[in-house]
């Protein structure tokens, strides 16, 4: 039973078990990338391209640009650059 107040912790949370149902990249609210522009930033970064040079252009931070092209954050769009993916591979 659930104390007045409390809410199920760790894999009995409800956000927890229905992983499909939040809101992903740019259908969540507060998404300042949408998919297109995360594998533009890939792409463009595997090319040579500066992070921060491609964050000030796109408007966000330069720590949200590394985490998306990264990998870290926006996991779901399909990489699709082979450097990329190797990178992937080694983490």
Do not use: Y
Request: charge should be positive; include cysteine.
């Amino acid at each position: 039973m659930i104390k007045k107040g409390r809410s199920l912790r760790g894999d009995l949370n409800p956000a927890r078990v229905h992983l499909a149902t939040r809101p992903r990249g740019s259908a969540h609210g507060r998404a300042k990338l949408t998919e297109a522009i995360v594998l533009e930033m890939r792409q463009r970064h595997a090319s040579g391209e500066n992070c921060f040079l491609l964050s000030r252009e796109f408007g966000v931070a330069h720590q949200v640009a590394w985490r998306a092209i990264t990998g870290h954050t926006w996991k779901h769009p399909l990489v699709t650059n082979s450097k990329l993916q190797a990178d992937h591979l080694q983490q």
